[in-house]
């Protein structure tokens, strides 16, 4: 038997369906931008909010991953352990649309769908 150890610098550690990837390739294309940034700040009722934005210039340390040919998708090293295995979707309900974040890591999440919150370790 064989123990294989996570490797943030080769392995995804986050996953982006199909229409979340097609919305966030058309958001940058039209802005021209470099891919997408995902982050997390201190912020809602929970304690961390996500953050997918544009990316233009890299002004924090960032691992990048390519989620398609046309999508380029750089993470903040220093949250990676926050949200390792959470799955980003694009929904659409009506005429509301949203990106929809699932964390194994969240022991908390606000009503919302805003923030979330998890449990740090020593």
């Known amino acids: 038997m064989s123990v294989t150890k996570f490797n943030p610098n080769t392995v995804l550690?986050?996953?982006f369906t199909e229409q979340?990837?097609?919305h966030l390739e058309s958001q940058v294309?039209?802005?021209s931008a470099k891919g997408i940034i995902f982050n997390v700040k201190e912020s809602g009722c929970s304690g961390f909010k996500y953050l997918l934005e544009l990316a233009f210039d890299l002004d924090v340390p960032v691992r990048e991953y390519p989620l398609s040919d046309q999508l380029t998708l750089f993470i903040n090293t220093d949250i990676i352990?926050?949200?390792q295995g959470t799955q980003?979707?694009?929904i659409q309900?009506?005429?509301n649309r949203r990106l929809d974040f699932k964390n194994p890591n969240a022991t908390a999440n606000c009503?919302?769908?805003?923030s979330f919150s998890v449990e740090q370790q020593a």
Do not use: F, T
């Not at 009503?111 to 805003?114: P, T």
């Open 13 to 15: 550690p986050v996953s």
């Open 20 to 22: 979340a990837i097609v």
């Open 29 to 31: 294309k039209k802005q």
């Open 81 to 83: 352990k926050l949200i």
């Open 88 to 90: 980003v979707d694009y």
């Open 93 to 95: 309900e009506g005429v």
């Open 111 to 114: 009503g919302c769908g805003e």
